[in-house]
């Protein structure tokens, strides 16, 4: 469920009118609605009542600072692949303590970063790492908390460019070698073990990928444990799954998923992260564009917008859906056509959907992609000279720009000449 709806045949973002921000921002431009973002953090937050635990946004999925403070607000801990992301968070006020560092090749300038900075736990992911956070904080006099992110070798039947938990991908270490690495990390005097660390992939339909990798971190805690490891924290990832559109099948929900946790993982009393990203923030954000031109072509008719494919990469990256609605509402039962719906950048892979029907759309008309909030504007870039796109952050009746378009000034000062030319 998402606060984007027809009200008096015009979109509203809760209660403004798309089109009355497209007015004052210009197009193109992502908006985000304070009250999804709440809804869908709390989704998770009550799917795991009456355990212990803490939902660590993964704010790869869209990091404006806005955004982060919103959810911090709610009580949120982030989860940082970066040193960037790492800032990003403590600029928006997180504490360090509620700050979980997941990513293959963590360097040692963000391992000394996060160590001074405050961290809950380091999710460590090979055995050179491993030894490299251990030099690091004994160099800074200081223990790590860590992790150890398993590969559970389990197929998350999803797009295969995000899927991670089969033995084939780069992440984290083979969850047959986890007794061995524990011991390494035993020994090392710089790390202090906390916990198992597991994510399988991203965008999930199913709840069985999970169960099956949740069983195996189930009984490798047992293990763990045996073996003297004080195992008290479980980080289960991110990636359940949002539905892109209204039709197909609805992926499972936090609830469902939130039981699951609590059957598989209940009895062994840890404390429990998860790391959702994509279902936060995903359907709680729209990107806003208006139509160029509409251009007839030879069997098929394009719809030309001013958005393209470096404010939205998923579709050409993914071939991922999103569904394209007008903001000014359709007549009931107005008659669809086909359409390719493109961007104005110079592949042809800036293409967002082919052969789409769409409701009578001609040159001037905005239209909205829904579920672009997750993967949208992080993704974006300023390919072709095109200027990052606006972030617009809704709350009831107001809205702010949270991120602004920058001036072609801006953009063409960040060159440099050197002094020789
Ligand atoms: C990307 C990622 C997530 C978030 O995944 P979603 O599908 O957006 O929920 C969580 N944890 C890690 C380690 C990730 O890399």
Known sequence: MDHFLYRNGQLFAEDVPVAEIAEAVGTPFYCYSTATLTRHFRLFDEAL????????????A??????LKTLAALGAGMDVVS???????????????????????KTREEMRQA?????????????PEMAALNAV????GVTAPIAVRVNPDVDAKTHAKIATGKSENKFGIPIARAREVYAEAAAMPGLEVVGIDVHIGSQLTELEPFRLAYEKVAELTGVLRRDGHDIRRLDLGGGLGIPYTRSNDAPPLPTEYGQLIKDTLGHLGCEIEIEPGR???GNAGILVSRVIYRKSGEGRDFLILDAAMNDLIRPAMYDAHHDIVPVQEPAPGAEQAPYDVVGPVCESGDTFARGRMLPPVGEG????FRSAGAYGAVMSSEYNTRPLIPE??????????IRQRPTFDEIIKRDTIPEWL
């Not at 869209?62 to 955004?67: E, F, H, K, R, T």
């Not at 008309?365 to 909205?368: G, N």
Request: hydrophobic share 45%; glycine share 12%; proline share 1%.
């Open 392 to 401: 617009v952050l809704v709350h009831e009746h107001q809205f702010a720009v």
């Open 62 to 67: 869209a990091s404006n600072q806005a955004i």
């Open 115 to 127: 160590l001074e900075g405050g961290i809950r736990q380091f999710n460590v992911e090979s055995e």
């Open 83 to 105: 040193g960037g992301e790492y800032a990003r968070a403590r600029a928006a006020g997180v504490p360090g303590e509620r700050i979980v560092f997941s990513g293959v090749g």
């Open 279 to 281: 279902l936060v923030v």
């Open 49 to 60: 009542e009456g355990t212990e635990h803490l939902v660590c946004y993964a704010m790869k």
């Open 137 to 140: 904080a004994l160099e800074l």
């Open 365 to 368: 008309d905005l239209v909205a």
